[in-house]
């Protein structure tokens, strides 16, 4: 069973620091493209980061650029996005989501390209 699972969301301060974890389990993650992906009340789910399953292509949004940085561990079949210098706009449920490309250099920030996804972890920014 294909499956996505996504841990370190929490609460944290302005300015903290917060790594989110995803851990795949039913395939290897290691040929798969992953993103992560961030969805606030009221608004439409957004591309954070991706990460190309040669690991040679990362791609941030500008909102998250210079503060998160993705990286993956293949040996562990995880993923994961460290969160520096949060800001009161970054709250949201973060999911990772993945999709398969022949092509190991390509990740992709659209979501409507993904094709697996967790269940999301919640990230709260508050003093």
């Known amino acids: 069973q294909v499956q996505l699972v996504e841990s370190g969301g929490g609460l944290v301060q302005p300015g903290g620091s917060l790594r989110l974890s995803c851990a795949a389990s039913?395939?290897?993650?290691?040929?798969?493209?992953i993103g992560w992906f961030r969805q606030a009340p009221g608004k439409e789910r957004e591309g954070v980061s991706c990460?190309?399953?040669?690991?040679?292509?990362?791609y941030y949004g500008d909102s998250v650029k210079g503060r998160f940085t993705i990286s993956r561990d293949n040996a562990k079949n995880k993923v994961y996005l460290q969160m520096n210098s949060l800001k009161p706009e970054d709250p949201a449920v973060y999911y990772c989501?993945?999709?398969?490309?022949?092509?190991?250099?390509?990740?992709?920030?659209?979501?409507?390209?993904?094709?697996?996804w967790g269940q999301g972890t919640l990230v709260t920014v508050s003093s």
């Open positions: 039913g395939f290897a993650l290691r040929f798969y493209a």
């Open positions: 990460i190309s399953a040669s690991e040679d292509t990362t």
């Open positions: 989501a993945t999709r398969y490309y022949s092509d190991s250099l390509i990740c992709d920030l659209d979501n409507r390209a993904m094709e697996n």
